[in-house]
């Protein structure tokens, strides 16, 4: 049968012709939950909790998801220093709760726990309350990046420090858990090496109220230093009642291996002035930490922020473009390996990498508290002594000598 050739034309037009109107619609936009966990009321709530939710929402403000077509949601939970909750939410959230990354988690018993769960789900664990330097270490994982701090830059910077000025002779007063326990471990080989001794050490529970027998017993070892090695409350507690006890004034050292800036400032000027301590991050180091700064304090009703919290916001905003880049943040380890591919110029950190261990390298600060006389405010508090290079602030990879199962053999080879 022959068509009419009135036929021809528009059913030609129909077939070939593509209308704006008939495009694709563009795809589904990429959904990214991340869960934010913390102490949240406990002894380690100022240097992390709520503090740590408000930088988390900072950097996926800051990150603008829409420019990228995704969809970014901040959840949180207070894990209370125990590892069973812990490991509890984690597993929820992956599970049901449909989260993909989670953040912050100080307490290192917790975070060893959660990091577990983290690597069994294929999730992303962005460590920055956490210090135990086996989180890069023995107990390394593909889905982790630890991203502010650990026992080993701490022990190496305050502890080194201490010992370079005469500090020869220590006795530990050690929080009874993995933190602590890697803290006096990673600072008495630094001591041990240099020369020095450690006298003896004695273990406090966790949120220990009372330190005066701890006290005593330190006192009672002669040891040149005592050694801190605990964090947050427990802080504040033991040099608030050595400071009663008059332990300066009979001629030991106080070490504080793990200070905070919310630390100084709950144990005010006179008490802490003159403690030498080792931190990421400092509010008034440049331009982009004092304004990072002003705006958080100006949403943690006047809080400046600590390492830890900076250490949210960097660690949340790298793992977002991390997640731009590979397209999807289903896939765990893939989002990981992205993080380890990039280089960062990071606006609170500096020039940062994170290595096949999932440590993020980056300078270290060894700082000394001020003088009431010398500060201009509440918060201005630091000065800096020295600033620790990257490639000397973390430990080299060559010294984990195939602990972590993630390095490879031949990078060990002159590796930092």
Known sequence: MRIPVAFVVPLAAALFAVPAQAQQPPSNPINVKIGVLSDMSGLYADIGGPGSVVAANMAVEDFKPESHHMKVEVVSA????????????????FDTEHVNAIADVPNSGVALAVSNVTKEKNGVFLISGAADSDLTDKQCSPNSVHWTYDTWALAHGTGGAIVRQGGKSWFFITADYAFGHALERDTGAVVQAAGGKVLGAVRAPLNTADFSSYLLQAQGSKAQVIG??????????????????????????LA???????????????????????????????????AFAKRFAARDGGKYPTMVQAGVYSSVLNYL?????????????????????A?????LFGETT????????????????????????????????????????????????????????????GAK
Not at 259 to 286: I, K, M, P, R, S
Request: proline share 4%.
């Open 343 to 347: 280089h960062y110029d990071d606006p």
């Open 354 to 413: 994170v290595r096949e261990d999932g440590r993020a390298v980056h300078a270290m600060y060894l700082v000394e508290v001020k003088k009431p006389s010398e500060s201009k405010g509440p918060y201005d508090y630091f000065k800096v002594l020295e600033t620790i290079p990257a490639n000397q602030a973390f430990r080299p990879l060559a010294d984990e000598k195939g602990t972590c199962g993630l390095v490879k053999s031949a990078s060990l080879t």
């Open 78 to 93: 207070d894990h209370q220093n125990k590892p069973d909750i812990g490991s509890s939410i984690a597993r929820r959230w």
């Open 228 to 253: 801190l090695a605990n964090a947050g409350g427990d802080t504040i507690n033991a040099v608030k009642q050595a400071a009663e006890f008059g332990i300066v004034q009979r001629g030991q050292r």
């Open 321 to 341: 473009e991390a997640v731009a880049k590979t397209g999807s943040a289903t896939d765990g380890a893939k989002v990981v390996e992205a993080m380890k591919a």
């Open 256 to 290: 504080g291996l793990l200070v905070f800036l919310t630390d100084v400032h709950a144990l005010g000027l006179q008490t802490a002035q003159g403690l030498t301590l080792t931190t990421a991050f400092y509010w008034d180091l440049n331009d982009k930490t004092r």
